[in-house]
């Protein structure tokens, strides 16, 4: 395979778009998928839809809320991790990596913080904390890695269309933006800004104010690179046409391609 595609995509519950996923699946084919906010148990993930569709899957579900999925096109993913290490008693089901098609993936889901400030906010920046460490030795083993999910921060104004209006909001604060910019500095490089540095590209337009049919939205969903990998980026992009669907999820798949070639260790 020299080209290899992996999309991220907050699915904001899976029972609820099953078929905006599948459709999705079937339209797009992307080689590997990390799917967020499953709202769903272990024992309701749609495996043998998933199946049906030409993809093996792990998943790490939750009741009501969180919960997060890889798929890989073809083969099943082959887990690594269940959970970000650095606090036992985390219960909630936001980290999972896993080896597909050559590459390391995880698929994760960055708590909202919201309210802040207050405990929510408090463990939102604990659980940064705890994936800056993690990303650490990730980079630091020399294999291919991808850290993709739906972080539920702006990197910067420009990934939003009207900050005034967010000001409050836990995905702009200064201590959120400042931990996503330690994580960049270890050497991992943000994909989708990468291949579109000056242009104004949204993955999130929630449900109110028409915000959507507006196009005012936030990049909140990012796939960093492994050194390695940043000079395989080919392309990147956001599927926009799943969010127009009925029934959609507030976020659209973002994904991006890699020339993999002869990838080898350190890459």
Known sequence: MDRLKIATFNINGIRARRTNLLEWLQREQPDVVCLQELKAQDADFPIDDIRAAGYGAIWHGQKSWNGVAILSRGDDPLEIRRGLPGDPDDSHSRYL?????????ASLYLPNGNPQPGPKFDYKL????????????LLASGHPVVLAGDYNVVPTDEDIYNPRSWTRDALLQPESRECYQRLL????????RARYPDER???????????????SGLRIDHLLLSKGLAPRLK?????RWVRDQ???SDHAPTWIE??????????
């Open 201 to 215: 590209i949204y993955t999130f337009w929630d449900y109110f104010r028409q915000h959507w049919q507006k196009n």
């Open 126 to 137: 604990a659980w940064f904390e705890r994936l800056i460490e993690h990303a650490e030795g």
């Open 258 to 267: 890699l020339d993999m070639g002869s990838i080898q260790r350190g890459g």
């Open 246 to 248: 009925e029934h959609a």
């Open 185 to 192: 500095a270890q050497g991992w490089t943000d994909a989708l």
């Open 235 to 239: 392309e990147a992009g956001v599927d």
């Open 97 to 105: 990596e896993a080896a597909a098609h050559g590459v390391i993936v």
